[in-house]
């Protein structure tokens, strides 16, 4: 394992010394991390309850925290720049992804938008005039969003209206679909989107502890999962991200790990366990791969980004 020498300080020093609880693929082989960074802290470069994380074409690492602020770093842990969104509240940005068209879209939960931007932070576009509504281009609180081949973005939302809603290219409504509930195709909370290179678009349905699959029309394809630790199962998913290997990684917040997928839902692997150790999460919000498939885990309430494979 390599801790980055330039944060030797601070959470690093508490876990140097802990024993390792890695990755348990489905073989039941472990792994430690190969690298764990992050200070505890509000300066540049450091961080306080971070919760989302994208990495962008160059493997430049996007990490928003509860300062709201958007964080860039190398895929090693060097602070290259930072930024703040326009208005502060406590619980800061909720989604953030980096598209293929060089952007930064930006849940904005709590202030009811999607913020669009650059890669240097200069404000590109904003869906969603601010106002709380359950209206059709509004929000109550939205919490992630994707694009897919179109440019067509889709935001993932929960409240009183649990639903998905699809906005063109330049911020025009197109359609929605979903509803607050259990059933196949309705939500709760959910929380997380990815969308695949044929345009299936993932939806971490968090509460209801599963993974579910719908084409861009909102037909629901596929769907896994309930609650339990068991390979396959799921508690609390809060993110999902796929990676260059066309597999689904799963940040499970209940349990402590990031569990990988196969597309059609197949458990190839878990990593992590609860603690505060090399390899232990204290719940994990995020999960990102980075172009040489290293998986970094937003160790959230350890204020620490962890990389893995797996």
Same mark, same amino acid.
């Given at each position: 394992?390599?801790?980055?020498?330039?944060?030797? +300080? %601070?959470?690093?020093?508490?876990?140097? @010394?802990?024993?390792? @609880?890695?990755? $348990?693929?489905?073989?039941? !082989?472990? !792994?430690?991390?190969?690298?764990?960074?992050?200070?505890? %802290?509000?300066?540049? %470069?450091?961080?306080?309850? &971070?919760?989302?994380?994208?990495?962008?074409?160059?493997?430049?690492?996007?990490?928003?925290?509860?300062?709201?602020?958007?964080?860039?770093?190398?895929?090693? #842990?060097?602070?290259?720049?930072?930024?703040?969104?326009?208005? +502060?509240?406590?619980? #800061?940005?909720?989604?953030l992804?980096?598209?293929? *068209?060089?952007?930064?879209?930006?849940?904005?939960?709590?202030?009811? $938008?999607?913020?669009?931007?650059?890669?240097? %932070?200069k404000?590109?576009?904003?869906?969603?005039?601010?106002?709380?509504?359950?209206?059709?281009?509004?929000? =109550?609180?939205?919490?992630? =969003?994707?694009?897919?081949?179109?440019g067509?973005?889709?935001?993932?939302?929960?409240?009183?209206?649990?639903?998905?809603?699809?906005?063109?290219?330049?911020?025009?409504?197109?359609?929605?679909?979903g509803?607050?509930?259990?059933?196949? /195709?309705?939500?709760? $909370?959910?929380?997380?989107?990815?969308?695949?290179?044929?345009?299936?678009?993932?939806?971490?349905?968090?509460?209801?502890?599963?993974?579910?699959?719908?084409?861009?029309?909102?037909?629901?394809?596929?769907?896994?999962?309930?609650?339990?630790?068991?390979? /396959?199962?799921?508690?609390?998913?809060?993110?999902?991200?796929?990676? &260059?290997?066309?597999?689904?990684?799963?940040?499970?917040?209940g349990?402590? $790990?990031?569990?990988? *997928?196969?597309?059609? #839902?197949?458990?190839?692997?878990?990593?992590?366990?609860?603690?505060?150790?090399?390899?232990q999460?204290?719940n994990?919000?995020?999960?990102?791969?980075?172009?040489?498939?290293?998986?970094?885990?937003?160790? !959230?309430?350890?204020?620490r980004?962890?990389?893995?494979?797996?």
């Amino acid at each position: 394992m390599k801790i980055s020498r330039r944060h030797a +300080l %601070g959470v690093l020093a508490s876990v140097a @010394a802990a024993p390792l @609880a890695g990755c $348990r693929t489905a073989s039941g !082989s472990e !792994s430690e991390p190969e690298l764990i960074w992050g200070i505890h %802290g509000t300066r540049n %470069g450091w961080l306080h309850l &971070p919760r989302v994380a994208t990495f962008d074409e160059q493997d430049q690492l996007y990490i928003a925290d509860l300062t709201d602020r958007i964080q860039v770093f190398d895929r090693d #842990g060097k602070f290259l720049r930072a930024w703040r969104t326009p208005s +502060l509240n406590i619980d #800061g940005p909720n989604g953030l992804t980096a598209d293929r *068209f060089g952007r930064i879209l930006v849940a904005d939960t709590h202030f009811y $938008r999607i913020l669009i931007y650059d890669k240097s %932070g200069k404000l590109l576009a904003q869906i969603g005039d601010g106002v709380q509504s359950e209206e059709p281009g509004r929000f =109550v609180y939205a919490t992630d =969003v994707v694009t897919d081949q179109a440019g067509n973005l889709y935001v993932s939302e929960y409240g009183n209206s649990d639903r998905i809603q699809v906005f063109d290219k330049d911020g025009k409504w197109l359609r929605q679909w979903g509803a607050h509930g259990y059933e196949p /195709g309705e939500f709760l $909370r959910p929380r997380a989107l990815a969308m695949d290179a044929k345009d299936r678009l993932y939806v971490a349905d968090s509460c209801n502890h599963r993974i579910q699959v719908f084409d861009t029309n909102g037909r629901l394809l596929h769907y896994w999962g309930s609650r339990g630790t068991a390979p /396959g199962l799921m508690a609390y998913p809060y993110d999902v991200c796929i990676g &260059p290997d066309s597999c689904l990684y799963v940040c499970e917040y209940g349990n402590n $790990r990031v569990q990988k *997928f196969a597309l059609d #839902g197949t458990s190839l692997g878990t990593w992590g366990t609860h603690g505060r150790g090399p390899g232990q999460l204290n719940n994990p919000w995020a999960v990102a791969v980075d172009g040489r498939g290293a998986v970094s885990v937003i160790d !959230s309430n350890n204020h620490r980004v962890q990389r893995f494979r797996i």
